[in-house]
C-alpha cells in the first residue's frame, strides 16, 4: 500500500489513472441507478461495443488524413452519442424491435472498429487495451477530457434530475404535465453514451456494462430511495477503481478484470443478504 | 324566471364531446361518440374490456387524436385542457422496484411548475397537502414497494390532486386493489367527488353506486344512464355481482345495448 502511495506520488501515469477514475466513478454510480431502474443496460452494452467503431474510425482517418484533433476519445464520444441517437429514434419513432436494433448496433460497431484498426496505417494498435480496458495508459489529455465529460453528465443530472426520474417512473404522466418524454428519454441515453466512453476508458468495451451496472444494482438492495442508491453507487464505484487501482498494481494484476471481479463478489454477497424481499 | 336554458348555462360544460369517432386500423372502435359532462358531476365510465374505453380515456388525455368529431374539455383542445386535468392510472402498471417514496411520486404531478433543479416549497407543501387528503401523510417518506396496493392507488390519486386538477379522470382505480382497504380508498373518492367534477372508468359497482351521477356505457357507441340504475338494470348488465365482469355476460355486439336499459 505504501509503495502504491508512493507512486501517486512519484509516478504520474498513475495519478493520471487514479483521478481519472475518480471523476469518472461520480458519474457511473449517478447513470448506473437510471440505467438500472429504468432497465436499459443492455442500451448501455450497446453503445459500449459500437465505441469500437469509433475508435477505430478516428484512428484511420487521424492517420491517413493526418488529424491531430481526432483522438480515440473524440471518436469513442461521436460513435456513442450516435449509436445512443439511433437507438432511441429506433425505439420512438418506428415499429422495428429494441432489442434487434441493440443487437445491430452493437455487432455493426465492434465489426465496424476492428475493421478500420486493420485497415490502419502505421503502427500496430493495441486493441486489447480498448477491449479489456487499461487505465494505466490515461494520459493526461484523458484526464482533461474525463474531467469535462462527467462534469457535463452530472450539471445535466442534477439540472434534470426530477424530469429524468419522472420520465424512467411513469413517461406517460410526464407528458401529461408538459415535459417531453422523448426528449428527457433521448437525454437519459446520450448521459448513458458518455458515461459508457469514461467506462470503456476504466473498464474496456467488455467489462464497462458490469462497473455501471453493478454498483447501482448492489446499492438498490440496501435502499429504496433513488438518491440514496445513487448515493451508495457511487461510493462503491469509487472504492472498486481506487482499491482495484492500488490492488493490481500491489500485485500486478490487469485493473479491469480485477475490479469487475471484486465488484461481482460484493454484489453477489448483497444478493444473498438482501434478496429475499 | 329561470328558463331550462338559464339552469343550463349556470352549470358549466366541462366536458363537450359531438359524435367522436376513433379508429387505430380499419374499423372503428368508437363511433358517433356523443356526451357532456357538467362542472361538479361525477360520471362512470363501465363497458366491456375492449369496449373503447381506455381508448375515450386516452382521447381525452390527449394522448390519441380522434379521427372525426369534436372533443372540447373546458372549451380547449383536450392537449391545451391538460393542466388541468388530474389523471390516475391503473397503480399495477408500475415498477413496484423502482426506488422511488411516495412524496416523490406525488411531486410529479407538479412537474409543469419545474423548470431545472430542485422542486420549490410551495410545490412540496402542496404535494403533502394532497397526500394528506389522502390520508397517507405519515407515509410520505415511505418507499413506493413498501406500500400496500390501496396506499399506492391512493399515491396515485394524490399525485393527481397535486396537480390541482379541475378535472379528475380514473382508470379503473380499484382493479388489484386489496378488498379490506377498498373501503378507505372508496372514502377518499366520496369526499373528491364534492370538491371536482371527476370521470372514472371502472369495473366497480360500489363505485359506481357511491360516487357515480350517472353511467357511460361505452362498447363501440356509447350510452347514458341516469342512476340510481334499477335492480333490474344492474341485474342485467353485471350478472347480479357485485364486482362485475361486465363483458361476459353483456357483450354487446357493434353497439348493441338491448341489455341496459335506457333513460
Same mark, same amino acid.
Given at each position: 500500500m505504501t509503495e502504491f502511495l508512493e507512486a501517486i506520488q512519484n509516478v504520474p501515469l498513475i495519478r493520471y489513472a487514479l483521478l481519472a477514475g475518480i471523476v469518472s466513478s461520480l458519474t457511473f454510480g449517478v447513470v448506473g441507478t437510471f440505467v438500472v431502474t429504468r432497465r436499459i443496460g443492455y442500451i448501455a452494452a450497446a453503445i459500449a461495443h459500437s465505441i469500437l467503431g469509433g475508435i477505430g474510425a478516428s484512428i484511420y482517418f487521424s492517420r491517413v488524413y493526418e488529424?491531430?484533433?481526432?483522438t480515440p476519445m473524440v471518436g469513442a464520444v461521436i460513435a456513442a452519442l450516435l449509436s445512443a441517437g439511433v437507438i432511441g429514434w429506433v425505439s420512438l419513432r418506428?415499429?422495428?424491435r429494441e432489442d434487434t436494433i441493440i443487437g445491430a448496433i452493437w455487432a455493426f460497431g465492434m465489426a465496424a472498429g476492428l475493421l478500420f484498426i486493420h485497415y490502419a496505417p502505421g503502427k500496430a494498435v493495441n486493441l486489447e487495451s480498448y477491449i479489456f480496458g487499461d487505465i494505466l495508459l490515461t494520459s493526461k489529455s484523458d484526464v482533461i477530457a474525463t474531467v469535462v465529460l462527467a462534469a457535463i453528465i452530472l450539471t445535466l443530472v442534477g439540472l434534470f434530475y426530477h424530469k429524468l426520474v419522472a420520465v424512467c417512473f411513469d413517461e406517460e404522466f410526464a407528458r401529461l404535465r408538459g415535459i417531453s418524454s422523448d426528449f428527457y428519454y433521448l437525454l437519459l441515453l446520450m448521459i448513458t453514451a458518455i458515461s459508457m466512453v469514461l467506462l470503456v476508458r476504466v473498464a474496456g468495451i467488455i467489462l464497462s456494462l458490469a462497473l455501471l451496472v453493478l454498483p447501482a444494482a448492489t446499492a438498490s438492495r440496501f435502499s429504496r430511495h433513488m438518491w440514496v442508491v445513487m448515493l451508495i453507487a457511487l461510493g462503491l464505484a469509487l472504492v472498486y477503481n481506487a482499491g482495484g487501482l492500488a490492488v493490481s498494481f500491489a500485485l500486478d494484476t490487469p485493473t479491469g478484470p480485477f475490479i469487475v471481479l471484486v465488484a461481482s463478489v460484493v454484489y453477489g454477497l448483497s444478493f444473498l443478504l438482501k434478496g429475499r424481499r | 324566471m329561470s328558463t331550462p336554458d338559464n339552469e343550463l348555462a349556470e352549470k358549466r360544460i366541462v366536458v363537450q364531446c359531438d359524435d367522436l369517432c376513433f379508429r387505430y @386500423?380499419?374499423?372503428?372502435?368508437?363511433?358517433e361518440v356523443s356526451f357532456e359532462v357538467t362542472e361538479g358531476e361525477s360520471l362512470c365510465v363501465i363497458g366491456? *374490456? @375492449?369496449?373503447g374505453k381506455s381508448t375515450l380515456l386516452k382521447i381525452l388525455l390527449g394522448l390519441l387524436d380522434p379521427g372525426r368529431g369534436s372533443l372540447r374539455i373546458f372549451g380547449e383542445s383536450c392537449e391545451k385542457a391538460r393542466s388541468r386535468i388530474g389523471y390516475v392510472p391503473q397503480s399495477m402498471q408500475f415498477d413496484r422496484m423502482f426506488p422511488i417514496s411516495a412524496l416523490d411520486i406525488v411531486l410529479m404531478g407538479r412537474l409543469d411548475r419545474l423548470r431545472v433543479g430542485r422542486f420549490s416549497r410551495e410545490c412540496r407543501a402542496v404535494a403533502m397537502e394532497s397526500l394528506d387528503e389522502v390520508g397517507l401523510a405519515d407515509i410520505?417518506?415511505?418507499?413506493?414497494?413498501?406500500?400496500?396496493g390501496g396506499q399506492r392507488q391512493r399515491v396515485m390519486i394524490a399525485r393527481a390532486l397535486a396537480c390541482e386538477p379541475e378535472l379528475l379522470l380514473l382508470d379503473?382505480?380499484?382493479? *388489484?386493489?386489496?378488498l379490506s382497504v377498498e373501503e378507505q380508498f372508496l372514502e377518499t373518492l366520496v369526499e373528491l367527488r364534492k370538491k371536482m367534477t371527476i370521470l372514472v372508468v371502472t369495473h366497480d359497482l360500489d363505485i359506481v353506486s357511491l360516487i357515480g351521477d350517472s353511467v357511460l356505457c361505452v362498447n363501440h357507441r356509447v350510452h347514458r344512464h341516469s342512476l340510481p340504475l334499477s335492480g333490474d338494470t344492474i341485474k342485467e348488465i353485471y350478472s347480479g355481482r357485485r364486482r362485475l365482469e361486465h363483458d361476459r355476460r353483456t357483450r354487446h355486439v357493434q353497439g348493441d345495448h338491448s341489455a341496459c336499459q335506457h333513460d
Open positions: 488529424l491531430a484533433w481526432l418506428t415499429s422495428e | @386500423g380499419k374499423p372503428w372502435v368508437l363511433e366491456p *374490456n @375492449g369496449g410520505a417518506q415511505r418507499p413506493f414497494s413498501d406500500l400496500s379503473e382505480p380499484t382493479a *388489484n386493489v386489496d
